[in-house]
């Protein structure tokens, strides 16, 4: 089992940042890929951003040069820096660690790659 703990969410005003950090513990050996989804209010679950074992990243459309990813193995954490912020990008943020190495949509995460593990989230308000 892995436990992962998101922290760093809240309340900010458009053009801020924000940065997401997600810690995991338990059998972090099993650990390869690692994410963040998000979730608005009435939308479905997506990608923002994901890192391979090996340090490859994948990032939404919408966040490309906005937010970047990265992790650090040796505190078994990733993070999530967010500058630019939009009201668009308000949303409850999901931590994700896959026993897979796959960093792509939700979608196809959920369908065939079940073998992942999520945070209980955290909310990031931006304010316009």
């Known amino acids: 089992q892995v436990q992962l703990v998101e922290s760093g969410g809240g309340l900010v005003q458009a053009g801020g940042s924000l940065r997401l950090s997600c810690a995991a513990s338990?059998?972090?050996?099993?650990?390869?890929?690692m994410g963040w989804y998000r979730q608005a209010p009435g939308k479905q679950r997506e990608l923002v951003a994901a890192?391979?074992?090996?340090?490859?990243?994948n990032y939404a459309d919408s966040v490309k040069g906005r937010f970047t990813i990265s992790r650090d193995n040796a505190k078994n954490t990733v993070y999530l820096q967010m500058n630019s912020l939009k009201p668009e990008d308000t949303a409850v943020y999901y931590c994700?660690?896959?026993?897979?190495?796959?960093?792509?949509?939700?979608?196809?995460?959920?369908?065939?790659?079940?073998?992942?593990?999520w945070g209980k989230g955290t909310l990031v308000t931006v304010s316009s």
């Open positions: 994700n660690a896959g026993l897979d190495d796959y960093s792509g949509s939700y979608s196809r995460r959920r369908d065939y790659y079940g073998m992942d593990y």
């Open positions: 338990g059998s972090i050996f099993s650990i390869n890929a």
């Open positions: 890192i391979t074992s090996g340090g490859s990243t």
